[in-house]
């Protein structure tokens, strides 16, 4: 499956098979909005480990990088 640019082609082609097997139309923005709310929580329960400690498979960076991104991805 080939994808314009700019599209994301995993949760592209994640809901295309989902909804071609179950007949069921998933809001996108609805998903992008699950994904900040969990990477604000994941950010949340790094409270008292350092940065540089892998906590939950990321360090802080990482955790703020998510954010950041999946924030920017909803567009509010």
Known sequence: MV???G???MLDGALATYEAA???VIDRR???ALNAI?????LA????HAPEEVWCGR???QD???TLAALQQTNL
Do not use: E, K, N, Q
């Open 30 to 32: 609805r998903v992008r």
């Open 45 to 48: 329960l790094r409270h008292g």
């Open 22 to 24: 179950t007949g069921v």
């Open 3 to 5: 994808f314009p640019p």
């Open 38 to 42: 969990a990477a604000i929580g994941f």
């Open 59 to 61: 360090t802080l960076a």
């Open 7 to 9: 599209r994301d082609a």
């Open 64 to 66: 703020l990088a998510w």
